[in-house]
Nanobody, 121 residues
Framework: QVQLVESGGGLVQAGESLRLSCVAS????????MAWYRQATGKQRELVAS???????NYADSVKGRFTISRGNTKNTVYLQMNSLKPEDTAVYYC???????????????WGQGTQVTVSS
């Protein structure tokens, strides 16, 4: 079993910052990629940012220049630094990881439970 646990969501005003954290635990051999998705009410889930094992990152156009994704030193942790937040960033943010399990050496797509981010105008 593998588990992703997010933290750091909350209610902020427009222009403020938040930092989301996600920790992966369980029978992990390696993690190929980690990402943050978000889903606003009534909308489809969308990719916000991703980082792969070589450190390469990718961002949605709507967050470029404002959000930064990074891996922790243990590589089982991923962060999303969100600056200059806008009301349209309001959503449930989900952590996602492509994890190779220790016992099977097979990759699984893991999701966290989500953390609410609300930006007031």
């Amino acid at each position: 079993q593998v588990q992703l646990v997010e933290s750091g969501g909350g209610l902020v005003q427009a222009g403020e910052s938040l930092r989301l954290s996600c920790v992966a635990s369980g029978s992990i051999f390696s993690i190929n990629a980690m990402a943050w998705y978000r889903q606003a009410t009534g909308k489809q889930r969308e990719l916000v940012a991703s980082v792969i094992s070589d450190g390469s990152t990718n961002y949605a156009d709507s967050v470029k220049g404002r959000f930064t994704i990074s891996r922790g030193n243990t590589k089982n942790t991923v962060y999303l630094q969100m600056n200059s937040l806008k009301p349209e960033d309001t959503a449930v943010y989900y952590c996602n990881a492509d994890i190779v399990r220790s016992w099977s050496r097979k990759a699984v797509d893991a999701w966290g439970q989500g953390t609410q981010v609300t930006v007031s105008s």
